[in-house]
């Protein structure tokens, strides 16, 4: 592990990165994402849903906005494909990707318009873990960026 922590230090200091998101529970996660995608190697989007609250966040959402306090229906909603499918294809348009750290856990994140998303690796599966529009992209992109490791793609 002792060079591919150097490796990573390496990157996140030389593409002026925040090296506060390098930690003991975060380093292998950091040597994976450098591996899988070094300092602007560009990203070609995800594949799979991976790990996180997607699911939660969008049943909230769904149910206290769109489904006026129905969680049968936003169960519903989730089940269709069109919302995994939207993300799948808006990952491989994004721009400003970032690989950022906040000393817990390690993402890979980026925006096409006010669609954000970010993933992580599950096993060997880098998966989106949430996407969902920001009203106030930059913003969301500003808090991304203050846990930035190094850039992938602008």
């Not at 090296?19 to 292998?28: H, L």
């Not at 602007?40 to 969008?58: A, K, M, Q, R, V």
């Not at 149910?63 to 049968?72: G, K, T």
């Amino acid at each position: 592990m002792g060079d591919d922590a150097l490796r990573v230090m390496k990157a996140v200091m030389q593409n002026g990165g925040n090296a506060a998101g390098i930690t003991s529970r975060t380093i292998v996660a950091l040597a994976r994402m450098l591996r899988a995608h070094p300092p602007l190697s560009g990203f070609t989007g995800y594949t799979p849903w991976g790990p996180g609250e997607h699911g939660d966040h969008l049943r909230r959402f769904l149910i206290h906005q769109a489904f006026n306090d129905e969680p049968q229906l936003a169960d519903f909603a989730l089940q269709q494909a069109p919302y995994r499918d939207v993300a799948i294809e808006t990952s491989r348009v994004l721009n400003r990707v970032i690989i950022q750290s906040n000393g817990e856990k390690v993402f890979l994140s980026g925006a096409s318009g006010n669609i954000f998303i970010i993933g992580r690796f599950e096993g060997t599966e880098l998966g989106i873990s949430s996407c969902y529009w920001a009203p106030d992209i930059e913003s969301k992109l500003r808090g991304a960026r203050s846990n930035i490791c190094w850039e992938v793609r602008r």
